[in-house]
């Protein structure tokens, strides 16, 4: 019995069982092999010197010959299928965010230069606000078929026909 005894793990008096110990201890995992990693076919591992990342322009000020703010670029326009970067967004005019417009550029009417008060770039552009506040706002492919939508709706709704008393409505002026 003592030899079963010492052979299963078990202390105590013969005729009692009692739970087999746990060791604390996790088991040692197996010595692992890394495998070494390999890019993908057209992976960018590292940033080249010569590029910027969208982060860095987007919000970014754009200045005037004359060193006057502009705006801030708001977005960039890619083209569908992402092989280049068609212009960008700036917004112009306003207050706070209110009573400004959006309006698009080409990408080559911005010009980068490393910024001589500090790191980062310098955005400038050969026109001024006041030429872009008099230009047409831009307007999104989402925004332009949100118009569309919204004209459809309008002609599609039912004319309801004025009730007794109503004041006669006056002709659309289009």
Do not use: C, H, W
């Amino acid at each position: 019995m003592a030899a079963l005894t010492l052979a299963l793990g078990v202390t105590g008096a013969p005729g009692q069982t009692t739970a087999p110990q746990q060791s604390s201890a996790p088991p040692a995992p197996p010595a692992a092999t890394e495998v070494p990693k390999a890019p993908v076919p057209g992976q960018i591992v590292v940033q080249d010197a010569n590029t910027i990342l969208a982060k860095d322009l987007i919000g970014q000020t754009v200045y005037a010959p004359d060193k006057a703010k502009i705006g801030s670029i708001s977005d960039l326009i890619l083209s569908k299928d992402a092989k280049t970067v068609e212009g960008f967004v700036i917004g112009v005019g306003g207050f706070l965010g209110i009573g400004g417009k959006s309006v698009a550029l080409k990408m080559d009417r911005l010009q980068m230069t490393q910024n001589p008060e500090g790191d980062g770039l310098m955005l400038m552009m050969g026109a001024n606000k006041e030429e872009l506040k008099n230009t047409p706002t831009f307007k999104s492919k989402t925004e332009q078929d949100a118009e569309k939508q919204a004209a459809e709706r309008a002609r599609e709704r039912p004319q309801i026909p004025p009730q007794p008393g109503s004041p006669k409505p006056q002709p659309r002026m289009n």
